[in-house]
């Protein structure tokens, strides 16, 4: 069982429209939580960073939020763009050094 | 541009061929992480390296062997290859242990 798990594996929606993705983790201690968009063909990309303390985070039209008692957190995305297409990766990192990554969300955004 | 460079960009070799990626990392940081991407799956840790020293590793291959250099570049050396080491290879390097990853563009390798 993946100690990070991403819902839903895929999802299309039409521009324009909101979508959320949804991370859940087993794996602690928690030290902080990234979101990372990854365009087919090339590397991760940081979207957000949150800490234990932090509950919610947004960076443009993208707001992670995050509940650590119940080791969730959800990204989204407000007004999608043909541009938001690509896979959307929560990665967990324990203190100490180790990172936990999900297998992603595959999002397409359709005109 | 996340300052991460790797090449080559694509490599092709048969089954049985030992090939070599290579990792330079942004520019300042001491952490360089291998990570394999095989299709449709999520990425895999292989191996860190902190400062020329070994720190942690993953689900790495006896097969594949890594090291980082003085000048903070590292090298994935894959070694009899198999159909199945055919995937994504990516590099990420950190400023601080644990800080924020940020990952080259990665190497394709397609093993015939």
């Known amino acids: 069982k993946n100690q990070v798990e991403q819902s839903p594996q895929s999802l299309i929606i039409l521009e324009g429209k909101n979508c959320t993705l949804q991370?859940?983790?087993?794996?602690?201690?928690?030290?902080?939580l990234r979101w990372y968009k990854q365009d087919t063909g090339r590397g991760p990309v940081s979207l957000t960073i949150?800490?234990?303390?932090?509950n919610t985070k947004s960076n443009g039209r993208y707001t992670a939020t995050l509940d650590a008692d119940t080791k969730q957190s959800s990204l989204h995305i407000t007004a999608s763009q043909l541009s938001d297409s690509a896979s959307y990766i929560c990665?967990?990192?324990?203190?100490?050094?180790?990172?936990?990554f999900g297998t992603g969300t595959s999002l397409t955004v359709i005109p | 541009d996340s300052g991460v460079t790797q090449t080559p960009k694509h490599l092709i070799t048969a089954t049985g061929q030992r090939v070599t990626l290579r990792c330079s990392p942004r520019?300042?940081?001491?952490?360089v992480y291998w990570y394999q991407q095989s299709l449709d799956q999520g990425l895999q840790f292989l191996i860190q390296?902190?400062?020329?020293?070994?720190?942690a590793k993953g689900n790495i291959l006896e097969r594949f062997s890594a090291q980082q250099f003085p000048d903070l570049h590292s090298e994935l050396n894959l070694s009899s290859l198999e159909l199945g080491d055919s995937a994504l290879y990516f590099c990420?390097?950190?400023?601080?242990?644990?800080?924020?990853?940020?990952f080259g563009n990665g190497t394709r390798l397609t093993v015939t």
């Open positions: 990420a390097s950190s400023g601080t242990e644990g800080g924020p990853l940020h």
């Open positions: 991370c859940n983790y087993t794996v602690s201690p928690f030290s902080n």
């Open positions: 949150m800490t234990f303390s932090e």
């Open positions: 990665v967990v990192r324990l203190t100490g050094n180790q990172f936990y």
């Open positions: 520019s300042g940081d001491l952490s």
């Open positions: 390296y902190y400062n020329g020293e070994e720190r």
